[in-house]
């Protein structure tokens, strides 16, 4: 009798794995002894099965983490919208400015007319459309 057989056989497999049990033969496949023990080779198409294995969980644990990722952008967007809807604009009164456009503003000037009293000649200053 056959060892480390897989598949249908019938009888002693004296034909081998022909695929037709009627002539002492089956579809079947036949280890070699090397694949078995204690110190077996590994079978390889049971190699590349468990490695897909592995490869499909990982895709499948790298899936679940986009879904998670982009289910918390959902909520960040929504957030965002949120925020942005019930946020009030302050409108200030009609020839007001805001503090720190009336600093830029006059340290502006204030530069402006530095600048047009350091000029030394007439010609200098009407010429410099700052110092008009």
Known sequence: MQTHVLGSVNADLSAGCTGNAAGNGGRCLIYKEAYFGEAAQPIPWVQKLEA????????EAAQQQ???INDQLDILNNTAAAHIV??????LPEGSQRPAD??????????????????????ECT??????
């Open 102 to 123: 009336t600093q830029v503003a006059k340290t502006k000037q204030q530069e402006s007319e530095k600048e047009c009293n350091s000029k030394d000649k007439e010609p």
């Open 52 to 59: 897909a294995a592995a490869a499909q969980e990982q895709a």
């Open 86 to 91: 019930n946020t009030k604009q302050v409108d």
């Open 66 to 68: 986009i879904e998670q």
């Open 127 to 132: 010429a410099n459309p700052k110092c008009k």
